[in-house]
């Protein structure tokens, strides 16, 4: 009985290079497989970006009920502060849901309201006492916020918007050196690059 030809086994282990002192451990490529190729070679299939595309406009309806309810946030957290004060966890309290507007509100269209949720993250987060955070500063940015979403200011070179960022910028960081001093200088770089405003005519 002629015997089959046995096939080769797959090695299920991922290739792995050997060097003097160590190992590198070379993972299988499997993307190529899930991706659609046209039939000239080096092009993506663009109706999977055009799909991509339309799911996104579908998703722009919700932005502004998304930023809307972040405002309600924010605007519910700095009430507590004038109801309790400013302490760490009052304080934390509204870091939340700012460092939430921080980290999506470029994304979904509102540049300067980023910026704000920004410096109000930085001002939260790096008060060595947050007792001597100053309501008023704390209101300004929220008040600031919440007026750009309602307005829907998306233009991020707005004048009046970044007139007020680059204030209210201006006024964190002063506070902070001041307040941290020698230990600023290791925050210092981390501060959001100041903004050019444009030319008055």
């Not at 309600?72 to 966890?89: P, Q």
């Not at 002063?174 to 444009?198: C, H, N, S, T, V």
Request: glycine share 6%; charged share 25%; hydrophobic share 40%.
């Amino acid at each position: 009985m002629t015997q089959q030809p046995q096939q080769p086994q797959t090695d299920q282990n991922p290739p792995e290079k050997r060097f003097d002192d160590h190992s590198v451990i070379v993972p299988p490529h499997k993307l190529k497989s899930v991706v659609k190729q046209t039939r000239e070679p080096g092009h993506i299939d663009m109706s999977v970006v055009a799909k991509a595309e339309a799911a996104l406009g579908e998703l722009k309806s919700e932005f502004g009920a998304w930023m809307k309810d972040e405002c309600d946030r924010i605007h519910a957290a700095r009430n507590l502060i004038h109801e309790k004060g400013v302490t760490r966890a009052t304080a934390d309290g509204l870091f939340m849901p700012a460092h939430d507007v921080k980290g999506g509100a470029a994304t979904l269209g509102y540049p300067l309201a980023e910026r704000l949720a920004t410096s109000l993250c930085r001002l939260l987060r790096h008060a060595p006492d947050p007792s001597k955070i100053s309501l008023g500063v704390i209101d300004h940015h929220v008040d600031a916020i919440r007026a750009l979403v309602r307005e829907e200011v998306h233009d991020g070179l707005n004048p009046y918007g970044l007139e007020i960022a680059e204030s209210l910028a201006v006024m964190v960081e002063q506070f902070l050196a001041a307040e941290m001093k020698d230990g600023y200088a290791a925050i210092a770089g981390d501060a959001a690059p100041r903004i050019a405003l444009p030319e008055k005519k």
